[in-house]
């Protein structure tokens, strides 16, 4: 589209930055759209997720991780569904004042990421803009035809697992802002860097899944919400880093409330939790990841109770998780 | 994902605007992803473009156009490589200050635009900004496996030919800016409203095509660049309307290096050639569209010539199309 202010040489910053990540797909990212062929018998799990400077991100946050923040992001949509992921496409609303050096930093973040996560770049296309950095990601994966998770689908009795430990994100994020001290990285690591659980395998295990982007109390309503019932939480069993844990009791709240986890929620039906408690972990094509069951679904219409040590609900400051 | 400042009620607004555009794929937009089944034997067609305001957009143009424009000029894309529309993302970066009412027109005219081309809303983001309000829209479509038509592939030799009329969008730009009077507002809405060729029948007629949109000579200079070849335009035959005919002769120029026309400039063989000059048009589902040709193809290295009414190369102001 032509732009009102031209945005010199667009076609020469697409080709040194953005081409060496395009896969044949892409046709050189010189057509007016890329052709695809989807696997046979998969159907295709799409998602779009935008970041925006100063909301999403902070300025001085390193370019290298910026852009890969935003893949891993759109990535864990995908973990969630149980979906493999195929390809993407990334429009960017660029500022005056980011140069060669900063992009170049930023497509080697990215690309070291498709690579360990096994999709490539399909198209996109970049504009000026006197405002922020937004940025904006198209995802697409796939699954075997039905097979794909919902929010949906969870049962009363079922349990409710997560993968990894919960919290990282939020604290590393007042980490960044000094808010928190945490000699040991971790914390602003995870935030900047979230691992998703790409390759989990759901399909025949769990009842529904989400990823828990929002807040890990906010996301558990959203899942009971979908399968029509309300869902308790235990608050002592929602597994924390050590790091997390060493930044003492009143963060807590933070660790259940403040969400960038990017880990996975699900319901798992009674008949499979006690394997699943025994192994304690699932294989992915990138590891072991650690599962831990921290609550159970009941009847009801989509109410989330975190309980205390004492068995009494907790109440927290972030309005409304209780009654969404 | 969440933000460093909170959008508060993202879901309502959700809700509220955009479950109405949002087809059974979308899984009512409460998921992770969409789950979209590719129809049997076809290839998927994939495109992603961004608006920003001020930059691609005017700040008073009227909601109802903003966000068709954009989905038109993705549908462009799709009818550039012969593809049949079957799905859209979209996020959004939203400024403060543009109201509920503002985002309801900007739906109501994406609304009429999905119906009339056969579409539906998959899935999406919205994120606030402090910028400019910035979209992002990834469209797909799907074509019979191996008949997407690419932008290389014409032969030296092959007539050049583009759709309905050259220019009406760069110069309904400048009447909107004030520059040009257009008495019947033509001009004005063509730049607005784009009008995509979708399902333009190219697929055994066209031997390469793309969609004008960064204006008619630079584009054609991708064309040539593409297959391997020169191209030469005889600027008399470039097909005006009558209100661009009406701005006089010395805003000619503006029409051929203008863009924003969103016509589709494709390559044909000789031996299909005289049949396509007695009809004059191509039959698509939306209506007639006029062709014409205006060129053809040569040995060469990508340079494109436009050649005035005394055979002699034309130069003009706008640098380097001739040099692509």
């Known amino acids: 589209m032509t732009a009102l202010t031209d945005l010199p040489q667009e076609f020469s910053f697409i080709h040194r930055h953005f081409a060496k990540l395009a896969g044949p797909a892409a046709l050189g990212l010189k057509d007016d759209a890329a052709v695809f062929t989807p696997p046979a018998g998969r159907e295709l799990v799409i998602a779009a997720d935008a970041m925006v400077e100063n909301v999403h991100f902070l300025p001085n946050d390193p370019p290298e991780t910026i852009g890969r923040k935003l893949l891993r992001c759109n990535l864990s949509d995908l973990a969630a569904m149980g979906a493999t992921p195929e390809g993407w496409l990334l429009t960017l609303a660029r500022p005056p004042g980011l140069d060669d050096s900063w992009f170049a930093a930023f497509c080697s ?40 998770i919902q929010r949906k689908g969870a049962q009363a009795g079922d ?89 003492g ?34 294989e992915t094509p990138h590891g072991r990841v650690a599962v831990t069951r921290i609550g159970q679904f009941h009847e009801g219409n989509g109410e989330v109770r975190a309980l205390g040590h004492d068995g009494c609900p907790l109440f927290f400051a972030k309005g409304g998780w209780s009654h969404l």
């Open 249 to 282: 009791p009143h963060w807590r709240e933070i660790c259940l409330t403040g969400g960038d986890d990017y880990e996975i929620l699900f319901a798992v039906p009674p008949s499979h939790e006690a394997d699943l408690q025994q192994a304690g972990a699932l």
């Open 109 to 148: 973040g990215l690309n070291a990421d498709q690579t360990r996560f096994g999709l490539s770049l399909l198209g996109g296309d970049t504009t000026s803009t006197r405002g922020p950095l937004v940025l904006s990601l198209t995802i697409l994966g796939s699954v075997p035809c039905g097979q794909a």
């Open 159 to 247: 349990g409710l697992w997560v993968t990894g430990t919960i919290g990282d994100g939020a604290l590393g994020l007042r980490v960044l802002q000094g808010q928190l001290k945490d000699p040991s990285g971790y914390l602003a690591s995870r935030y900047r860097l979230p691992q998703p659980r790409v390759g989990l395998p759901l399909y025949g295990l769990a009842s529904a899944a989400m990823d828990v982007s929002d807040g890990l109390l906010q996301d558990a309503g959203h899942l009971a919400r979908e399968s029509g019932l309300d869902v308790t939480i235990t608050a002592a069993t929602v597994p924390l880093s050590e790091a997390a844990t060493a930044c």
